[in-house]
């Protein structure tokens, strides 16, 4: 081949030498000059945002909102709610942002009516005509009481109540209904901007078990040809570029000082290597536009049958002329799905206050057993957001009892530097309470507002302060003339990166459901857990029972950081076992004619384990043994490993475990 590199200007003199020193710098520097000095500007991409057309979609999403919340809040709609649905659709539909808005509102209403619940993630739930249309669970007006008889009201707009859901129980005082309490205080600003301009980015964490179904409905939203995978560029890693030097100066016996080598590493990191699809980012095409007028595209692995075709530049290069849609995939709704199927309640019902839920945060005590029991300080394992050891110790310091201060855990552990070395120190040192620190970035504009800042100038400062960017000095005299503590303002200059409200509300939602069943619905809870969320077991450990699960938890922490990777994740499988165990529930054996491939199944105290629960038995081998066994009783293990094409490895460790006992090795007898 020869060498068609991207020549320099000396390289190119070279080529042309033979035609005479004067002639090549003509053809190389003159008339290339000239050619481009004929070239107009041209764009080959279009910079502008086209999103699909949906008709009618402005007047849609206007009676929607007033519907719903007039559904809610009475005929005579409280001023604070008119005034948030009327700022909110000013930007939306004047910004070209309805089709956004009515399309996630197709999709989480597909998925709710086929029974599965879509949890948010982002900024989105800062949006009240996001709360209306029910793409978000998250109600951002200021914390109130509604009544769903009368549609009396009380809103505590004085940031007094920092969630809806801490309100104590009270009565209607006019019919005496009991009322419903709701409203996290987030300003729609996060989500928009100050000026509401902002191209809005819906995020919708759908159950994993129900994605390819989301994904599909956009085919029938827009048609098959306007709907596309967003596509992804994998590049160089630093050190796979380093392999590449070192492996390229082996072959050619060549010898590289260490900044040369470093040099060449540097140059060949962030180069394309390959190209993917994003997981859950689908790109929408306008009926008068064609994808290729911005991208061309591809088929994943080069299969021209595909499902999907993906877009050939990267998401990133396009998403602000083309709409994306971000429907992932999560265990919390698989989880609550599964919960809901076990017990028979909905999620919906489950309350947000339950005293008792409420205590797990603080200590195991409501789950009837001590500390020392589950070597666990919390109730909280198994819980998502607040089951990993850092969060752990962030409860055990700051002993939460309320909605609010879940919500700002939430948002300090997914921060940076907003725990360690900020708020942690804070509280430890006695200045202020977990209610007061900054958890959220929503936090910042909130308070400052009620200190009496300008609403402009509390989001500049909330902008520059989530970014790492600090405070500048008259935004600190500012702030000092309106009575904002020194430890607020030091707080402020320390952090890097701050999580929005909204998702941290929705996330702890989301948690606080689980939680409720974890308490009141132990062995559906166990079962729910086990089947969605762990991958690691080790079944042999986990049937001996507590005394066999705590040493074998103490045997990975003694090694500390030299356990396996499978070990770390095995931990937290183990612990929960443990926990089990502790509350009066044990597991059974894999049951050969019980089993199912993938799902514990509760039966009574106790849980049977799938196939996939035996350690190197895959999903595939589980599905077959599922499938083999509706056929009737197995004469033999030589059956067994005909009727489901197992290995005879996997049969060695079913056998192994003890689920084939009185199994006889062949189908026939023999008689000598």
């Not at 103490?554 to 183990?574: F, M, Q, R």
């Amino acid at each position: 081949m020869p060498d068609v590199y991207f020549k320099t200007t000396n390289e190119m003199l070279e080529d042309f030498a033979f035609l005479g020193e004067e002639k090549a710098k003509e053809i190389v520097i003159e008339n290339t000059n000239w050619v481009s000095e004929q070239i107009d500007e041209i764009k080959p991409v279009k910079d502008d945002l086209y999103t699909p057309n949906i008709d009618g979609a402005d007047e849609e999403i206007r009676d929607t909102c007033y519907n719903r919340a007039k559904s809610i809040y009475g005929e005579n709609l409280p001023d604070i709610v008119v005034n948030r649905l009327e700022k909110e659709l000013k930007s939306i539909i004047e910004n070209g942002f309805s089709v956004i808005y009515l399309i996630s509102e197709k999709l989480v209403k597909k998925s709710l009516n086929d029974g599965y619940l879509v949890g948010s993630r982002g900024s989105v739930g800062s949006s009240f005509v996001a709360t209306m249309l029910d793409i978000t669970e998250v109600n951002p007006l200021p914390p109130h009481y509604v009544c769903d008889e009368c549609s009396y009201y009380h809103f505590y707009n004085d940031g007094s109540v920092g969630s809806g859901f801490d309100l104590p129980e009270k009565d209607c005082p006019e019919c005496g209904h009991a009322l419903t309490r709701d409203g996290q205080d987030i300003p729609f600003e996060t989500f928009l901007g100050f000026k509401g301009d902002k191209v809005p980015d819906i995020d919708l964490n759908f159950s994993g078990e129900y994605q390819p179904k989301a994904h599909q409905y956009t085919k029938v939203l827009f048609g098959e040809d306007n709907v596309y995978r967003a596509g992804t560029i994998g590049t160089v890693a630093e050190k796979t570029a380093f392999g590449y030097v070192k492996g390229y100066a082996q072959d050619h016996s060549l010898m590289y000082r260490q900044a040369e080598i470093s040099r060449l590493v540097k140059g060949c990191t962030g180069v394309k290597r390959t190209t993917g699809q994003h997981p859950g980012g689908i790109i929408v095409v306008p009926d008068d536009q064609e994808i290729y007028d911005f991208t061309p595209i591809q088929f994943p692995a080069d299969d021209r049958n595909s499902e999907w075709k993906t877009t050939h530049f990267d998401f990133h290069s396009i998403h602000d002329n083309l709409l994306k849609l971000d429907i992932l995939g999560h265990d919390d709704p698989t989880v609550i799905r599964m919960l809901q199927d076990l017990t028979g309640i909905d999620p919906k019902d489950v309350p947000t206050n339950d005293p008792e839920v409420m205590k797990i945060f603080e200590g195991p005590d409501p789950l009837g057993v001590t500390t020392d029991q589950i070597m666990c300080k919390t109730g909280t394992l198994g819980v998502p957001e607040f089951g990993t050891r850092f969060v752990r110790q962030m409860l055990e310091d700051t002993k939460p009892s309320t909605f609010a201060e879940l919500v700002i855990i939430s948002g300090l552990s997914h921060g940076t530097d907003v725990w360690l070395g900020n708020a942690q120190e804070l509280i430890n040192d006695g200045i202020c309470e977990i209610g007061d620190v900054i958890g959220c970035r929503d936090d910042i504009m909130v308070y400052l507002m009620h200190q009496g800042l300008e609403a402009s100038l509390a989001f500049t400062i909330m902008e520059h302060v989530r970014k790492g960017k600090g405070l500048s000095d008259e935004w600190i005299e500012e702030m000092k003339k309106h009575g904002v503590p020194d430890w607020y303002i030091e707080s402020c200059k320390k952090i890097k990166y701050m999580f929005p409200k909204a998702h941290a509300a929705a996330y702890v939602l989301m948690a606080v459901r689980i939680a409720y069943f974890k308490v009141h619905y132990p062995i559906e809870f166990y079962a729910a857990y086990f089947t969605v969320r762990a991958s690691d077991f080790e079944l042999d450990t986990m049937v001996k029972g507590s005394d066999a699960l705590r040493s074998r938890i103490e045997e990975i922490l003694d090694k500390g950081n030299d356990a396996s990777p499978k070990e770390k994740s095995l931990l937290t499988v183990l612990e929960l076992a443990l926990e089990m165990c502790e509350r009066g529930y044990s597991f059974q054996r894999v049951d050969l004619y019980r089993s199912k491939a993938s799902e514990f199944i509760v039966d009574g105290d106790t849980l049977i384990p799938p196939f996939n629960a035996v350690d190197g038995l895959g999903t595939n081998a589980a599905i077959n043994i599922e499938k083999a066994k509706e056929d009737g009783e197995f004469l033999s293990k030589e059956d067994l490993r005909e009727r489901s094409r197992i290995s005879k490895t996997v049969l060695e460790y079913l056998d192994q475990h003890g689920c084939l006992e009185g199994l006889p090795d062949q189908n026939q007898l023999s008689l000598f």
